[in-house]
């Protein structure tokens, strides 16, 4: 594996621990009076999320994961794996579900998404940030509240994906939804 | 007239900094105010040097005729105590190569002093004292930074083994160890809200300083920390020349085994301690930091000029 120095780390860089692959979201560098240097890391794991702290010192070295970044478009559903094909390559490149969470939800047919691949294989997927949906099925809010955007009451749409909504959403109305956070973003305005 | 809406970024964060830098320039004033009122003469070493003093872990930067620019101006000030002058100061710039970070600059400002006949005991009082009439002079507000209350001291073993539950001594014999501990686990838990001084460490990492005449496992070194944040370091002086030249070669061996160069032997300074440096004590204190921390600033970036 290509190795790091310590005095290379910095915060935003890529790492690998224990066979997993690391973002180190904090960097301080530290010096106690007449002592060694070392380099304090808060790390972030791109699997699992989880963080962690590590310490540096200058004679160690760190691996430098292999992490890649591609582009691809999704093409279809097939029960366990969402199937898109590579930009570059046309490859098709099959990910699996329990990778891909709730974002499986909110793919369409040819959303461009960046896939990052550890090691060869999918770890992680970035869609486009607005899914469209339409609600099927929410109560409708209680009179009075429709101003307040702050209470939210459960819906589904037609997915069958369950999001909380503001309580003036109603069943049929069309809205966005982030998909970095899988949470409600705003109305769209019907024509 | 320039024309205010095409301010280059690199302007615009200098623009930003005028306030530090005019709190810096009144701490600069104060400083030497305070230094002249203690019957102290300030002197300017060579920046450049031919040797720098030996250290384990700090690396002086070299110039291309092979002159050094200094870490400190350690050497070049004892062998003003040995030609005689009693009580000396100096403000200037030392550089220490790849220190960069929120509490480090390549290139920063020393304020380091010495005053012979003096203990290092004596010696801290003596820089509680700088440090609260700096404070004053600055106007700078208790919230900020209160240095005009009791100062809690701690010796360095109490303190590892009491944040830490640490042996100082075991993890000062360990590569790293005895940083990682500090750094880890005895630095966030130091008391923030008001100074606090670690006193009494294990002789590895007393570079310069004399051992404990009570114990000599002890080194007389203490350093200051306000608001968790190491500002100044001081010893009781080496003065011992055949103890002082051992540690060079110690160093030295180190360094070699780290893969760093050897430094030239600093020849006029272990002539000076041979013929006799008097009993005395010596600070530095990191005039970037002390600003930083009484400007109510939480980095460098804040109150230094920008890397």
Same mark, same amino acid.
């Given at each position: 594996?290509?190795m790091?120095?310590?005095?290379?780390?910095?915060k935003?860089?890529?790492?690998?621990?224990?066979?997993y692959?690391?973002?180190?979201?904090d960097?301080?560098?530290?010096?106690?009076?007449?002592?060694?240097?070392?380099?304090?890391?808060?790390?972030?794991?791109?699997?699992?999320?989880?963080?962690?702290?590590?310490?540096?010192?200058p004679?160690?070295?760190?691996?430098?994961?292999?992490?890649?970044?591609?582009?691809m478009?999704?093409?279809?559903?097939?029960?366990?794996?969402?199937?898109?094909?590579?930009?570059?390559t046309?490859?098709?490149?099959?990910?699996?579900?329990?990778?891909?969470?709730?974002?499986?939800?909110?793919?369409?047919?040819?959303?461009?998404?960046?896939?990052v691949?550890?090691?060869?294989?999918?770890?992680?997927?970035?869609?486009?940030?607005?899914y469209?949906?339409?609600?099927?099925?929410?109560?409708?809010?209680?009179r009075?509240?429709?101003?307040?955007?702050?209470?939210?009451?459960?819906a589904?749409?037609?997915?069958g994906?369950?999001?909380?909504?503001?309580?003036?959403?109603?069943?049929?109305?069309?809205?966005?939804?982030?998909?970095?956070t899988?949470e409600?973003?705003?109305?769209?305005?019907?024509? | 007239?320039?024309?205010?809406?095409? !301010?280059?970024?690199?302007?615009?964060?200098?623009?930003?900094?005028?306030?530090?830098?005019?709190?810096?320039?009144?701490a =600069?004033?104060?400083?030497r105010?305070?230094?002249?009122?203690?019957?102290?003469?300030?002197?300017?070493?060579?920046?450049?040097?031919?040797?720098?003093?030996?250290e384990?872990?700090?690396?002086?930067?070299q110039? !291309?005729?092979?002159?050094?620019?200094?870490s400190?101006?350690?050497?070049?000030?004892?062998?003003?105590?040995?030609?005689?002058?009693k009580?000396?100061?100096?403000?200037?710039?030392c550089?220490?190569?790849? $220190?960069?970070?929120?509490?480090?600059?390549?290139?920063?400002?020393?304020?380091?002093?010495?005053?012979?006949?003096?203990?290092?005991r004596e010696?801290?009082?003596?820089?509680?004292?700088l440090?609260?009439?700096?404070a004053?002079?600055?106007?700078v507000?208790?919230? &900020?930074?209160?240095v005009?209350?009791?100062?809690e001291?701690?010796?360095v073993?109490?303190?590892?083994? !009491?944040?830490?539950?640490?042996?100082a001594?075991?993890?000062a014999?360990?590569?790293?160890?005895?940083?990682?501990? =500090?750094v880890?686990?005895?630095e966030?838990?130091l008391?923030?809200?008001?100074?606090?001084?670690? &006193?009494?460490y294990?002789?590895?990492?007393?570079?310069?300083?004399?051992?404990?005449?009570e114990?000599?496992?002890?080194?007389?070194?203490?350093?200051?920390?306000?608001?968790?944040?190491?500002?100044?370091?001081?010893y009781? $002086?080496?003065?011992?020349?055949?103890e002082?030249? !051992?540690?060079?070669?110690k160093?030295?061996?180190?360094r070699?085994?780290?893969?760093?160069?050897?430094?030239?032997?600093?020849?006029?300074?272990?002539?000076a301690?041979?013929?006799?440096?008097?009993?005395?004590?010596?600070?530095? =204190?990191?005039?970037?930091?002390?600003?930083?921390?009484?400007?109510?600033?939480?980095?460098?970036?804040?109150?230094?000029?920008?890397?």
């Amino acid at each position: 594996m290509e190795m790091y120095s310590a005095s290379d780390l910095k915060k935003g860089l890529k790492i690998e621990i224990d066979g997993y692959p690391w973002v180190i979201t904090d960097f301080d560098f530290c010096k106690p009076g007449k002592g060694t240097a070392l380099y304090r890391c808060k790390l972030k794991n791109l699997m699992t999320g989880a963080s962690m702290d590590r310490t540096f010192r200058p004679v160690d070295k760190v691996g430098k994961p292999d992490l890649e970044e591609r582009e691809m478009h999704f093409i279809y559903d097939e029960g366990d794996n969402c199937v898109f094909s590579d930009s570059e390559t046309y490859d098709e490149v099959r990910i699996p579900k329990e990778i891909l969470g709730n974002k499986a939800k909110f793919l369409v047919e040819d959303a461009l998404c960046q896939a990052v691949f550890f090691n060869g294989n999918p770890i992680d997927i970035t869609l486009p940030t607005w899914y469209i949906a339409v609600i099927s099925e929410t109560e409708p809010g209680a009179r009075g509240d429709t101003a307040s955007s702050n209470v939210m009451k459960p819906a589904k749409i037609e997915n069958g994906y369950e999001l909380m909504v503001p309580l003036f959403i109603n069943q049929g109305d069309t809205i966005k939804i982030d998909t970095r956070t899988g949470e409600y973003a705003e109305r769209v305005n019907k024509a | 007239m320039p024309n205010a809406s095409t !301010k280059p970024d690199s302007l615009a964060l200098l623009s930003g900094l005028a306030r530090a830098f005019e709190f810096r320039s009144n701490a =600069l004033s104060l400083t030497r105010d305070f230094f002249r009122s203690q019957d102290f003469i300030e002197v300017e070493t060579p920046i450049a040097i031919r040797a720098p003093a030996a250290e384990e872990y700090i690396e002086a930067p070299q110039t !291309k005729d092979g002159l050094f620019l200094r870490s400190s101006p350690e050497l070049e000030m004892k062998r003003l105590l040995a030609a005689g002058m009693k009580r000396i100061y100096e403000l200037s710039p030392c550089f220490r190569l790849g $220190e960069n970070g929120r509490l480090h600059r390549q290139e920063f400002t020393m304020l380091e002093w010495y005053m012979a006949g003096a203990d290092y005991r004596e010696m801290l009082d003596f820089t509680i004292r700088l440090i609260r009439s700096l404070a004053k002079g600055l106007n700078v507000p208790d919230e &900020i930074c209160d240095v005009f209350c009791d100062w809690e001291i701690i010796p360095v073993r109490e303190a590892f083994r !009491k944040l830490a539950g640490a042996d100082a001594d075991q993890c000062a014999d360990e590569e790293a160890l005895f940083e990682t501990v =500090l750094v880890e686990q005895v630095e966030p838990k130091l008391p923030k809200d008001r100074p606090c001084v670690l &006193i009494d460490y294990p002789i590895r990492f007393g570079a310069f300083a004399r051992p404990k005449p009570e114990d000599p496992t002890l080194a007389e070194r203490w350093e200051i920390y306000i608001r968790g944040v190491e500002v100044a370091n001081a010893y009781g $002086e080496l003065i011992d020349p055949v103890e002082q030249e !051992k540690r060079f070669r110690k160093y030295n061996q180190k360094r070699r085994e780290n893969g760093l160069s050897e430094y030239p032997e600093a020849t006029e300074f272990l002539e000076a301690i041979r013929y006799g440096i008097p009993a005395s004590s010596g600070c530095a =204190l990191g005039f970037d930091r002390i600003v930083m921390l009484l400007f109510g600033a939480k980095s460098l970036d804040e109150v230094t000029y920008p890397r």
